[in-house]
């Protein structure tokens, strides 16, 4: 989640087919915006968008693996509840009204953006929870079909590996189903990773290794461009898993903290909010000209960053009190049940 909100920190043009923006630094910007670090952060988000929406596809698979496949039924309607009418509601009342506020829709384009969105033309970053659904559904269906044919796992690997290639010639699509199965084989390369991982034994000086060894064919690659996007993919995965490990050995405590709790019980907010407060920040540092100083430009890189991550954890811990203030008052099960 914080290379996803890495990623969308340093665009100043971004078009869609209702919106967009298109901004320009001031002529006279600060020294400090050519610095290493920002030099840094702006080469950060090419690296992150060569593998992090697989990664989160990938995550998302292992989840899945976590519990047995048992009710279909059971697992189609909680991932409704669950991606489909967050997708929804906080599209309509929160990303479209703030990306409005922010200038990125005009009053010409506003009531079709909401159109394209309601109907799937235009989801903004929103995209991946509808396209998660299907992913996940099409992945259920494939792993309970074969699951009576085979106890091989990886089975699933060859089977999502051709229907992610052949995906495109499906001849209809349904709000981002094909979005979904362009990412189903990492889907389930995540899933068969979990169930596999079980057996692993960890060892810190081997994965310190792998790390170092990790990090020098990314930086190569970086550089030289010789991995093709399949194993920039899987680099970019094994990096992250890797260095999660090592910060779990590192920090074992942490899972006892409780602004670590805070934050693992409130990122799915950072994920549905974060991206239309940073077209939020953007107005107000270039309608301010605040980039023309360096203590403008730190703070600018703060905000897009640290402050917009921040900011998403308080309102997801207000939203959540919201709801139970309102499932109280309603006192409709139904309810409660639909807002947990």
Request: net charge positive; glycine share 4%; proline share 3%.
């Amino acid at each position: 989640m914080i290379l996803v909100v890495i990623g969308h920190s340093m665009y100043l043009n971004i078009t869609s087919t209702y919106g967009s923006i298109n901004y320009t630094l001031p002529s006279n910007i600060s020294d400090e915006y050519f610095s290493g670090l920002f030099t840094f952060f702006k080469m950060l988000p090419t690296w992150i968008y060569q593998f992090h929406m697989p990664l989160f596809f990938a995550l998302s698979g292992a989840v899945l693996a976590l519990k047995p496949i048992k009710n279909f039924d059971k697992l189609c309607k909680g991932k409704f509840k669950r991606l489909i009418i967050p997708y929804f509601i906080y599209g309509c009342l929160f990303m479209i009204p703030i990306k409005y506020i922010s200038g990125f829709y005009v009053n010409s384009s506003i009531l079709p953006a909401l159109k394209g969105f309601l109907i799937g033309i235009e989801g903004s970053h929103l995209w991946f929870l509808p396209s998660l659904f299907w992913c996940t559904i099409s992945f259920a269906i494939i792993y309970l079909l074969f699951s009576k044919v085979t106890e091989s796992k990886y089975v699933l690997l060859i089977v999502t590996g051709i229907i992610q290639i052949l995906y495109n010639y499906l001849p209809f699509d349904v709000f981002f189903l094909k979005m979904g199965l362009s990412y189903i084989f990492w889907f389930a390369s995540g899933f068969v990773f979990e169930l596999e991982r079980k057996s692993l034994h960890y060892n810190f000086k081997k994965n310190m290794i792998y790390f170092i060894i990790t990090i020098i064919l990314e930086i190569l690659n970086f550089k030289y461009k010789f991995f093709n996007s399949f194993f920039e993919i899987f680099c970019g995965c094994v990096f992250v898993y890797l260095l999660a490990e090592i910060c779990s050995f590192l920090f074992k405590k942490i899972a006892n903290n409780s602004f670590w709790k805070l934050i693992i019980q409130n990122l799915f907010f950072v994920y549905l909010l974060h991206d239309p407060l940073e077209y939020l920040v953007l107005k107000i540092f270039m309608s301010h000209n605040w980039l023309t100083t360096s203590y403008g430009c730190y703070f600018y890189l703060f905000s897009r960053t640290i402050l917009v991550f921040m900011v998403c954890l308080v309102l997801g811990v207000l939203i959540e009190k919201l709801k139970k203030i309102i499932a109280n008052l309603l006192g409709d099960n139904s309810f409660q049940q639909l807002v947990q």
